[in-house]
C-alpha cells in the first residue's frame, strides 16, 4: 500500500517562502501513470487543487497559484517537494499530497474518491 507522509516547518512568517515535503513509500514516484498532487484547505474554506507533478517529471499548477508555486520531485528520496512563495495569512491552511491520475490533473480535483492514496496532512500557520 501506498503511503503519502507530509512534512513543514508549521509557522511561516509572511512574505518567506513555505517548502512542504511529502515522503512516499510502498510504491515510487516514477511509477507510470500516476500524477502526485498538492491540495489544501484553509480553515472554514473548500479543499483547493494546488498543482501536481507526473511520474516523468512535468508539472502542473492552478491558474491562481502558479505565480507563487513550484513543485519539485527528489528521485532518491521518492519525495515530493512544494515551494510556495511570498505567504500571507490567507495561504493558512492544512496542505495534503495525494497520487492519482491525470484526471485528477485534468479537473484540477478536490475530491478524495479519485485519487487512488491521500496524505495525513500537515498543518501550516503564516503568522508574524
Known amino acids: 500500500q501506498v503511503r503519502l507522509q507530509e512534512s513543514g516547518p508549521g509557522l511561516v512568517k509572511p512574505s518567506q517562502e513555505l517548502s512542504l515535503d511529502c515522503a512516499v513509500s510502498?510504491?515510487?514516484?516514477?511509477?507510470?501513470?500516476?500524477?502526485w498532487s498538492w491540495i489544501r484547505q484553509p480553515p472554514g474554506k473548500r479543499l483547493e487543487w494546488m498543482g501536481a507533478i507526473s511520474y516523468f517529471g512535468k508539472t502542473y499548477y492552478s491558474e491562481t497559484l502558479k505565480s507563487r508555486t513550484s513543485i519539485s520531485r527528489d528521485i532518491t528520496k521518492n519525495q515530493i517537494t512544494l515551494h510556495l512563495r511570498s505567504v500571507t495569512p490567507e495561504d493558512t491552511a492544512m496542505y495534503y499530497c495525494a497520487r492519482g491520475t491525470i484526471v485528477t490533473v485534468t479537473k484540477e480535483s478536490t475530491t478524495r474518491g479519485m485519487y487512488n492514496d491521500w496524505g495525513q496532512g500537515t498543518q501550516v500557520t503564516v503568522s508574524s
Open positions: 510502498g510504491g515510487s514516484i516514477l511509477a507510470n501513470e500516476y500524477y
